[in-house]
T-cell receptor, first 114, second 114 residues
Framework: AQSVTQLDSHVSVSEGTPVLLRCNYS??????LFWYVQHPNKGLQLLLK??????LVKGINGFEAEFKKSETSFHLTKPSAHMSDAAEYFC????????????FGTGTKLQVIP | EAQVTQNPRYLITVTGKKLTVTCSQN?????MSWYRQDPGLGLRQIYY???????DKGDVPEGYKVSRKEKRNFPLILESPSPNQTSLYFC?????????????FGPGTRLTVL
């Protein structure tokens, strides 16, 4: 069985400071991992994904995440927050197999203070 | 433009009145899925479809029906809606059901059942 835990439901940062959104996963296999972003009143958009290639994954808008198998983590980072980064972020785990069984985290709301 | 569309975007209805939320994608994707999003719970999968005429239950299928008669369409049917189905619903599609494929999400349908 797979699961995913987003360790913070809310994160608040000042504009221009680093962002860290934490995600831990549990999987019996080598999973695929995703980060999606949801801006207010919008659908979800893919930020980045890990699928067993490079452990440091770069995504859109300056975000990146590092897959750490020993720590079962896939934390999302950005060196400098922008006001437009204010949104809700979801970490998603998907076990390999013939069909897409995905599990979403409960989300982290990022607030960016001017 | 490649997209997933949902209609309606907003719907207020009463208990027991059958309704259908439509979902359509123009990317020739094989896999489609429905989710509901509730505060603090993230997204939970209702039903998914690997291809035409192939559907299966997700984590929270009770009270919902789906059909996949055409590749591009995947409607969600609530035969007798109840207040606990008040939620934000998302349709998503991906190229295939393999775990490494990202999903593309529609804009969401906010449903209120009185």
């Amino acid at each position: 069985a797979q699961s995913v835990t987003q360790l913070d439901s809310h994160v608040s940062v000042s504009e221009g400071t680093p962002v860290l959104l934490r995600c831990n996963y549990s999987s019996s296999y080598s999973p695929s991992l995703f980060w999606y972003v949801q801006h207010p009143n919008k659908g979800l958009q893919l930020l980045l994904k890990y699928t067993s290639a490079a452990t440091l994954v770069k995504g859109i808008n300056g975000f990146e995440a590092e897959f750490k198998k020993s720590e079962t983590s896939f934390h999302l980072t950005k060196p400098s927050a922008h006001m437009s980064d204010a949104a809700e972020y979801f970490c998603v785990v998907s076990d390999p197999g013939g069909y897409q069984k995905v599990t979403f985290g409960t989300g982290t709301k990022l607030q960016v203070i001017p | 433009e490649a997209q997933v569309t949902q209609n309606p975007r907003y719907l207020i209805t009463v208990t027991g009145k059958k309704l259908t939320v439509t979902c359509s994608q123009n990317m020739n994707h094989e896999y489609m899925s429905w989710y509901r999003q509730d505060p603090g719970l993230g997204l939970r999968q209702i039903y998914y479809s690997m291809n035409v005429e192939v559907t299966d239950k997700g984590d929270v299928p009770e009270g919902y029906k789906v059909s996949r008669k055409e590749k591009r369409n995947f409607p969600l049917i609530l035969e007798s809606p109840s207040p606990n189905q008040t939620s934000l619903y998302f349709c998503a599609s991906s190229l295939s059901g393999y775990s490494y494929n990202e999903q593309f999400f529609g804009p969401g349908t906010r449903l209120t059942v009185l």
